[in-house]
């Protein structure tokens, strides 16, 4: 029979990664696809993502395992995603702005359910490890477990927006926007439950570290190659600066609140 404390700390990890739902489930309360919508959700996911990496992911891994172990590892995952977007065809964006609002099969479109993809798998990567640093500190601490876990729900949910906003503007499928957001949280509780069958026994400080340097490099890649030239391209210049600002400003209350 599993020990409680097991499944308490499986149950944090599961409630953190899903709050990811929250955020997912802001497509449902747009009734009009706008331009200046997608710019401010473009520009508010980059900020998260940016902020997160170089204020929390790679600052940790630096002092755990070293400037040269951390930042290898934050450019390898720069190069890994590199050589993925090489390996995905990049449409070609002709930049008409009424296509973004339109439920067709643009060009537009499929660029923009391409970043969403994207953006999912960094925050579903990114998430693992949360989802083994929550349930460790939770078999450890169950005081310190809640709190961390609390400060992972409140800025997954700005995550789940990242992801379901271009999803949402190149569907126009609310459902189909929150789905694949909402699973991109999944990967908080799976990454428990393989740390508790696997790699618990055999997980230190050093591969925790690294594997969150690797995750900020992904981020780091994704926010400048994708999220932000994407954000600008529709005109909006100060509404991405404003959503941008919006999103390291979430990402930083949320942190505090830890």
């Given at each position: 029979?599993?020990?409680?404390?097991?499944?308490?700390?499986?149950?944090?990890?599961?409630?953190?990664?899903l709050?990811?739902?929250?955020?997912?489930?802001?497509?449902?309360?747009?009734?009009?696809?706008?331009?200046?919508?997608?710019?401010?959700?473009?520009?508010?996911?980059?900020?998260?993502?940016?902020?997160?990496?170089?204020?929390?992911?790679?600052?940790?891994?630096?002092?755990?395992?070293?400037?040269?172990?951390?930042?290898?590892?934050?450019?390898?995952?720069?190069?890994?995603?590199?050589?993925?977007?090489?390996?995905?065809?990049?449409?070609?964006?002709?930049?008409?702005?009424?296509?973004?609002?339109?439920?067709?099969?643009?060009?537009?479109?499929?660029?923009?359910?391409?970043t969403?993809?994207?953006?999912?798998?960094?925050?579903?990567?990114?998430?693992?490890?949360?989802?083994?640093?929550?349930?460790?500190?939770?078999?450890?601490?169950?005081?310190?477990?809640?709190?961390?876990?609390?400060?992972?729900?409140?800025?997954?949910?700005?995550?789940?927006?990242?992801?379901?906003?271009?999803?949402?503007?190149?569907?126009?499928?609310?459902?189909?926007?929150?789905?694949?957001?909402?699973?991109?949280?999944?990967?908080?509780?799976?990454?428990?439950?393989?740390?508790?069958?696997?790699?618990?026994?055999?997980?230190?400080?050093?591969?925790?570290s690294?594997m969150?340097?690797?995750?900020?490099?992904?981020?780091?890649?994704?926010?400048?190659?994708?999220?932000?030239?994407m954000?600008?391209q529709?005109?909006?210049?100060?509404?991405?600066?404003?959503?941008?600002?919006?999103?390291?400003?979430?990402?930083?209350?949320?942190?505090?609140?830890?």
């Amino acid at each position: 029979m599993i020990d409680e404390s097991i499944l308490f700390a499986l149950l944090l990890t599961t409630l953190a990664g899903l709050s990811t739902g929250i955020g997912s489930a802001i497509a449902y309360f747009i009734k009009k696809p706008k331009v200046i919508y997608l710019s401010l959700s473009l520009g508010f996911s980059a900020g998260v993502m940016i902020y997160i990496s170089f204020v929390e992911l790679l600052p940790n891994a630096l002092e755990n395992i070293g400037q040269f172990w951390g930042v290898t590892a934050f450019f390898i995952g720069i190069l890994v995603i590199g050589i993925i977007d090489i390996f995905i065809p990049e449409e070609i964006n002709p930049h008409h702005f009424t296509q973004i609002v339109k439920n067709t099969n643009s060009k537009t479109n499929a660029k923009l359910m391409r970043t969403g993809m994207f953006t999912a798998l960094a925050i579903a990567i990114h998430n693992f490890p949360e989802g083994l640093a929550t349930f460790g500190t939770a078999l450890t601490n169950v005081k310190l477990g809640i709190m961390i876990a609390i400060a992972i729900a409140i800025h997954n949910i700005p995550e789940g927006i990242s992801v379901s906003m271009p999803i949402y503007y190149a569907t126009n499928n609310r459902n189909k926007a929150f789905v694949y957001s909402f699973l991109s949280g999944i990967a908080e509780p799976i990454g428990a439950m393989i740390g508790f069958l696997i790699l618990m026994p055999f997980l230190s400080d050093i591969l925790l570290s690294s594997m969150l340097a690797f995750i900020a490099g992904i981020m780091v890649y994704i926010s400048i190659d994708e999220l932000l030239p994407m954000a600008y391209q529709y005109g909006h210049n100060h509404t991405v600066i404003l959503g941008f600002i919006a999103g390291m400003l979430v990402m930083a209350l949320s942190l505090l609140m830890l």
